[in-house]
């Protein structure tokens, strides 16, 4: 069963200030503090490619408890297309890697009115450093997107066979080097340059290297082993790039907030795990009260500080999860290790990435 990190970003975390200064730089120079607001949660429904269900974006409303679904084909006239695997958002826009359509869709993050879509085979991962979107693919080369004139400025050699995650650090890029096309498993992230996409070196890590996520100056990466005798693996490669392996999970998280990374552990049949690792100290706490039929997202909301698991659902004529019927989504409040649900909404079919909403507020 194939697992997605959740990839986000906020569109204003925390405080920042600004100031308006007066005509001629006087005494009535005014700073104002702003500070970041929760509204919600974009959620980016795979679909059933198989099964010819294309896949959609919802919309999450914290005020409301609601959710709205089908909002980019409902603005936009038609439909996002099969598997979009993953999405950023950068600025006032958010990029949506739609794999079997070949293209990466630009939307604005409001109002999810698209503009012309961006020419990628089989974009699979995005990751940004704040200027660029970078965009890892099943062709084995990364594309760098300048947001400014939204068209690729550059492409890196083939670096491996089918790249999934990929995150941005310091100047360089680590990517994914997952498996090939004859389903064998690499055991490498790639480091590139992220000026000019050329290689830098290989880091050996456990084998099927599929997500990844930032935390402060290191970086973690998912490994989903080989679905037999080699476990899904959690690993910190850190500011000199030396590999620790953390815990067996499937799923990953992390708040700064809280300084935790949120983990869940769902190998193919068995009952899933639930717990948080502290990187400052290497502990493990099991997480209570935040369980699900099969977990397939997670995310923390560091502005509203809790939690978001989404799930497929069960298929009453099977017993098994169902990737053709909407899946759901809960959120919770995490307290001492035990989380209590505030809401609990449907989605889209196979909900596989969550991207916050925020708005900014004067608190001066």
């Not at 104002?32 to 929760?38: C, G, I, M, N, T």
């Not at 035990?338 to 004067?362: E, K, N």
Request: aromatic fraction near 10%; proline fraction near 4%.
């Amino acid at each position: 069963m194939k697992k997605h990190f959740v990839f986000f970003l906020c569109l204003a975390a925390g405080l920042f200030a600004l100031t308006s200064c007066s005509d001629d730089d006087g005494p009535n120079e005014v700073t104002h503090k702003f500070a970041a607001v929760a509204d919600g949660a974009l959620i980016i429904n795979e679909g059933s490619y198989f099964s010819g269900i294309d896949g959609s974006v919802s919309y999450f409303d914290y005020t409301k408890g609601t959710v709205t679904d089908n909002l980019f084909s409902s603005v936009n006239g038609r439909s996002l297309g099969g598997t979009p695997n993953n999405a950023i958002q950068l600025g006032n826009y958010v990029y949506i890697a739609v794999t079997e359509e070949n293209r990466i869709e630009v939307a604005e993050f409001t109002t999810m009115a698209a503009s012309t879509p961006i020419s990628v085979t089989s974009p699979r991962e995005l990751a940004t450093d704040g200027i660029y979107v970078y965009v890892t693919s099943y062709t084995g080369k990364v594309s760098k997107i300048d947001p400014t004139e939204r068209k690729i400025i550059a492409t890196s050699d083939s670096i491996g066979g089918n790249l999934e995650g990929i995150a941005a650090r310091d100047g360089y890029l680590y990517v994914c080097n997952a498996w090939n096309s004859d389903y064998t498993y690499n055991t490498n992230v790639v480091k590139l340059q992220s000026s000019d996409l050329k290689k830098v070196k290989d880091i050996t890590v456990v084998c099927n290297p599929t997500t990844m996520l930032t935390a402060d100056d290191d970086i973690y990466v998912c490994s989903m082993g080989n679905y037999y005798d080699v476990a899904s693996t959690v690993q910190k490669i850190d500011v000199n790039d030396q590999v620790t392996p953390i815990a067996e999970a499937t799923l990953m998280a992390y708040s700064e907030t809280n300084e935790r990374l949120y983990l869940i552990n769902a190998p193919y049949g068995a009952t899933p795990r639930y717990f948080t690792y502290d990187p400052k100290t290497g502990a493990e706490a099991d997480l209570k009260g935040c369980e699900v039929d099969y977990p397939f997202a997670i995310g923390f909301d560091d502005v509203s500080n809790t939690l978001l698991i989404t799930s497929l659902t069960i298929d009453s004529d099977t017993g098994y999860a169902s990737y053709t019927k909407p899946g759901y989504l809960c959120r919770y409040t995490v307290s001492e290790n035990t989380c209590s649900r505030t809401d609990r909404v449907s989605t889209g079919v196979c909900p596989g990435t969550l991207v916050f909403v925020y708005h900014t507020i004067i608190t001066n």
